[in-house]
Nanobody, 125 residues
Framework: QALLTESGGGSVQVGGSLKLSCVAA????????MGWFRQAPGKERECVAAISYHSTVTYYLRSVKTRVSISRDNAKNMVFLQVDNLKEDDTAVYYCAGADTTLAVPRSAAEYEVWGQGTQVTVSS
């Protein structure tokens, strides 16, 4: 059974930083593109960042690209999202997701087959 488990969320003040982690199990992680999505109340789920299976291609949501960094460690079956200079608009549930492709870095949630349960990030002033 494919499984993704996120950690690292929490409550942070504006301007702070967080590093989200996601560990994979039950599928060939090294052959999957991985993404971080977020969903705030009343808003659609959006792709914050994504990374190809070999880490050579990345995608970042334009509105956050100067503040986030995605990385992965295939040896440990883990993917990470570093978010700096957090803003109140970053408050959301953050999800880790996996897409069975070595050809692209998907940006749409519909292209991802494996999802974690999400971790809450709350940013306050």
């Amino acid at each position: 059974q494919a499984l993704l488990t996120e950690s690292g969320g929490g409550s942070v003040q504006v301007g702070g930083s967080l590093k989200l982690s996601c560990v994979a199990a039950g599928f060939d992680f090294s052959r999957y593109a991985m993404g971080w999505f977020r969903q705030a109340p009343g808003k659609e789920r959006e792709c914050v960042a994504a990374i190809s299976y070999h880490s050579t291609v990345t995608y970042y949501l334009r509105s956050v690209k100067t503040r986030v960094s995605i990385s992965r460690d295939n040896a440990k079956n883990m993917v990470f999202l570093q978010v700096d200079n957090l803003k109140e608009d970053d408050t959301a549930v953050y999800y880790c997701a996996g897409a069975d492709t070595t050809l692209a870095v998907p940006r749409s949630a519909a292209e991802y087959e494996v999802w974690g349960q999400g971790t809450q990030v709350t940013v306050s002033s």
